[in-house]
């Protein structure tokens, strides 16, 4: 199966979950979970939230940012990846000044 990101539409919002700032995201969905990339603008954030079905895998294409997931701060940067497990909960903050770009796997289970 192929996804084609060039094709699918690219929506703006303020950002998720009560989260701050604004983020920019393609995404592909069905019963068995998402497929998104990313951009979370400088200043911006996902609000803290919990997941209760699934896994939230988040690869860090470029820019800098945290997460905190169950209470526990980890540093992002290009080339790393946060995983929130099913039962955890987390949020991701941009903390630089470009974009942080994230390629996001969620895995419903």
Do not use: W
Request: aromatic share 2%.
């Amino acid at each position: 199966m192929l996804i084609d990101f060039n094709n699918k539409k690219e929506t703006t919002a303020p950002g998720m979950n009560n989260g701050t700032g604004m983020m920019t995201a393609k995404m592909y969905m069905d019963d068995q979970g998402k497929i998104i990339t990313c951009s979370i603008h400088a200043g911006g954030s996902i609000g803290l939230h919990k997941h209760n079905t699934s896994d939230d895998i988040n690869y860090v294409l470029s820019g800098n940012g945290k997460a905190i997931c169950d209470g526990r701060e980890e540093c992002l940067t290009a080339g790393t990846c946060h995983i929130c497990r099913k039962g955890s909960e987390h949020s991701i903050i941009n903390t630089g000044s470009e974009d942080l770009v994230l390629l996001t796997v969620v895995v419903e289970r």
